[in-house]
């Protein structure tokens, strides 16, 4: 415990005020209406054409880690809360900073996620520069500390880039990441060409508008070649062509600050500092295809006459979970079977964490071996029915078991779907409007279980929920 642990986690993670006011802070049970509120701001939070690297200078500042579920509609995918994972690195014995006590070894770094990654590691650099020199003054065993960060999703990219841009290396000691999108995410594309989806009143064009406005989730985009033609001809990258209804030079941008940590990552040594904890085994969108001024993502990907299917966490796909450079076999490879949404809180994947910030192998009870793959969607309407299919390789009969939780903590619904040829499928009809966890597991324990998040829409074009 001589190092300092620094905790980031990824877009829409971090709570936000606004002049002192919360503007975007989920409290249990009330998703629906912490949106509905973001929302009504959204003009205020919407950032400026061309605001680059920069700070808009609108009051707007990071407050905390989000403790429980939270999604935006049409951004990114609904991410369960950081409480669990913080537990755990507590557990260790290490311990944040309170008011007259000691220098803090485990550090929270909130951040403001509509903002461009480079200007969030720039904050990164002072905030964990001035955390380490701290704990290194108490001298002693503390005087060769070393920083270890501890990233899921987005919060990956921004302590990468203060590693290798922000002359961070010196200090760093490990990057444990999960989920991270290293390379991208083909999901990102149709999100921000196609926008939220129709019927969700009159959220929709705002947050489109206001997603489109984000240097942070263009910076989410591929940087691998993703886009398949109809042609058959080689994948191309997103600069490449023009995507529908998205600034060229943004998505430039974009991919520059991807190139930039790539070239600065040349370094020797770089690699040697990652543990990377990807999500696996799940459908996950990875390439893409431009039909008119729509993107419809493909699950799979095209190698000149080979397609294969390599999933992923159902939200970044193994092709871009890799940071360039590096094979899809590379042993910084941790795999574990399970949604993006779930992956700092599940209980194989937080090992992973702690022996990577202990260097100490931990004791795990046996893990089921037959992985489970699940397709969930992050979005629905009330009264659309929702579809849950679930696939295991295996000819065995298995006993599923889904399990659906209110953000209350509530179990709304439980059943236990028939396999049939390694395929099941159930459909629920009756939830209402907020966010659900739903578990898919086996009676017997045999599967692994897997968690995702979906929100429930009310229904604006029906009058639901005004």
Not at 147 to 163: D, E, K, P, Q, T
């Amino acid at each position: 415990m001589t190092d300092v642990v620094i905790v980031l986690p990824g877009i829409m993670g971090s709570t936000l005020s606004r002049n002192g006011e919360p503007v975007w802070s989920p409290t249990l049970g009330g998703l629906l209406q912490a949106i509905r509120h973001f929302a009504g701001n959204i003009k205020a939070l919407k950032l400026p054409e061309g605001i680059g690297d920069e700070h808009p200078g609108d009051g707007v500042q990071a407050t905390g880690l989000m403790p429980d579920i939270h999604a935006l509609p049409g951004i990114w995918t609904p991410i369960k809360g950081y409480n669990r994972l913080i537990k755990r690195i507590e557990s260790l014995g290490y311990h944040q900073q309170n008011a007259g006590a000691a220098p803090a070894n485990l550090v929270l770094f909130p951040y403001d996620w509509r903002l461009s990654n480079r200007y969030n590691a720039k904050l990164l650099a002072k905030v964990a520069n001035r955390a380490h020199d701290r704990w290194r003054a108490q001298g002693g065993p503390h005087a060769g500390a070393k920083l270890v960060f501890v990233a899921h999703s987005m919060g990956g990219l921004i302590a990468r880039r203060y590693i290798e841009c922000e002359q961070g290396a010196e200090r760093t000691r490990k990057l444990i990441t999960l989920g991270t999108p290293y390379r991208g995410a083909a999901k990102t594309v149709e999100q921000l060409v196609n926008g939220v989806r129709p019927g969700i009143g009159p959220l929709s064009v705002d947050l489109t508008e206001f997603a489109r406005s984000l240097p942070a989730l263009h910076q989410l985009l591929p940087e691998y070649a993703c886009i398949d033609t109809d042609d058959g001809g080689e994948l191309l990258r997103t600069t490449d062509i023009a995507l529908p209804e998205l600034a060229t030079n943004t998505v430039t941008d974009a991919m520059t600050f991807h190139h930039e940590i790539n070239q600065a990552a040349a370094r020797p040594g770089s690699r040697d500092e990652l543990h990377i904890i990807i999500g696996a085994q799940q459908p996950t969108p990875t390439t893409v295809r431009i039909v008119g001024h729509r993107a419809e993502t493909l699950q799979t990907y095209r190698d000149g006459t080979r397609v294969d299917n390599d999933y992923g966490d159902a939200t970044v796909p193994r092709a871009g979970a890799v940071p360039h450079g590096l094979s899809l076999d590379t042993p910084l490879l941790h795999h574990i079977v399970d949604h993006h949404g779930n992956l700092q809180r599940n209980q194989a994947a937080l090992d992973e964490v702690q022996q990577a910030i202990t260097a100490k192998p931990v004791t795990r009870k046996v893990v089921p071996a037959i992985p489970i793959r699940t397709r969930v969607p992050d979005l629905t309407l009330h009264g659309e029915p929702l579809t849950i299919d679930v696939d295991v390789d295996s000819d065995t009969r298995h006993a599923l078991r889904v399990t659906t939780t209110a953000e209350d903590g509530r179990i709304v619904d439980a059943r236990s779907p028939r396999l049939r040829a390694g395929h099941a499928s159930t459909t629920i009809t009756n939830l209402d409007p907020g966010a659900y966890t739903i578990e898919i597991s086996s009676l017997g324990g045999e599967l692994t279980p897997i968690t995702s998040t979906v929100l429930v829409w009310p229904d604006e074009t029906a009058g639901a929920g005004r």
